[in-house]
């Protein structure tokens, strides 16, 4: 049997799947819509992937990046668990070796990564607020009455970006409906939409950092070419996109995987078990933390959240009791 390696990265918006070979391969890959539930999604990407793989090869290792890691690597029995920076890093110097800087922009969240040699030496990731994001431009689809599928090929076809409020969504979306009724152009809205992410990601995210080529945009928002030809526009150099963008934060997972030398034939029957999740309020310390536990048909797996060990051991050491 030939040795494969298995790396998933579960975001609040999408679960990505990938199983590479010795040499980084893609022997399978899938993309899909977390839907506020990673358990099962998970499972989802998992039934997919296991369809694609062929008969001679069999996962050894697992690897799980982004904001559910922890979770589903205690599911998974992932011998990796790693944070989406280093993940990203990973996947995206194994197509792009010689890459400065990573721009990411997301359903709901961005980063940038900054890299030197090979190294990551500097990074900024924005998680609270969702102007500038996926989420942002489908929301004015929504109000302009088309798909956020169609936003690139319009916003191509402007000659005059309208200045749209970018740094707020509440203000984006009032003066979006300001310019529509005073008159601009449907592409020039859009195409000004497109600048705005752009600027408020340089603005906030990217605030302070020196971009250098070359220069990888990833992310579900890197398959908008508009908002590719506004950062082109705007920073003055070449950005580069493959069609893997979207998966570089699971490719680096199972490359991470790989490297561990951790190997464990995994089994996809894992995904028939039933998987659930549980909240418990640590009263040991003013903190109260709240704790999640996993467990597994009934059975306590693991679990965290706490900010201090001794509430996490006392809450293992009571649900293994009850238990």
């Known amino acids: 049997m030939k040795k494969s390696y298995l790396g998933i990265d579960i975001g609040s918006i999408s ?5 590479i070979d010795e040499n980084n391969n893609f022997l399978a890959k899938t993309y899909l819509w977390t ?3 990673p358990i099962n999604a998970v499972k989802r990407v998992l039934e997919d992937l296991e369809k694609q793989l062929p008969q001679d090869v069999q996962i050894v290792a697992v690897g799980t990046t982004g904001s559910a890691r922890e979770l589903i690597g205690t599911i998974l029995e992932a011998q990796v668990v790693k944070n989406e920076i280093t993940a990203h890093a990973i996947g995206t110097l194994s197509i792009y070796p010689d890459v400065k800087t990573i721009l990411e ?3 709901q969240d961005s980063k940038i990564i900054v890299m ?6 500097d990074y900024a990731m924005n998680t609270l607020c969702a102007a500038g994001t996926g989420s942002f431009l489908s929301s004015q689809a929504k109000r302009l009455g088309m798909e956020v599928e169609e936003f690139g090929e319009y916003a191509l076809h402007s000659e005059n970006p309208t200045k749209i409020a970018g ?7 009032s003066d979006l409906v300001h310019k529509a009724q005073i008159g601009h152009k449907k592409e020039d809205i859009i195409a000004g939409l497109c600048r705005s992410v752009v600027v408020n990601y340089l603005n906030n995210v990217g605030k302070g950092k020196v971009i250098k080529a070359p220069i990888v945009f990833q992310g579900g928002v890197s398959k908008n070419v508009g908002v590719i030809k506004a950062f082109e526009n705007t920073i003055g150099e070449k950005i580069h996109v493959d069609d893997y963008g979207h998966l570089m ?4 997972s199972a490359i991470l995987a790989k490297k561990s030398k951790k190997e464990k034939v995994f ?14 309020e640590c009263e040991n310390c003013s903190n109260n933390c709240e704790i999640v536990c996993v467990m597994r048909n009934d059975e306590f797996l693991d679990a965290w959240g ?9 809450i293992r050491k009571e649900m293994k009791k009850n238990v």
């Open 116 to 121: 030197n040699n090979g190294i990551v030496t």
């Open 167 to 173: 740094r707020c969504t509440v203000f984006a979306e």
């Open 267 to 280: 089994s996809f029957a894992i995904k028939d078990i039933e998987f659930t999740t549980t909240g418990k």
């Open 306 to 314: 706490n900010r201090c060990e001794a509430g996490v051991h006392s």
């Open 35 to 37: 839907e506020g539930n």
């Open 105 to 107: 922009i997301g359903g």
């Open 15 to 19: 679960t990505k799947g990938v199983i």
């Open 249 to 252: 934060g699971c490719l680096g």
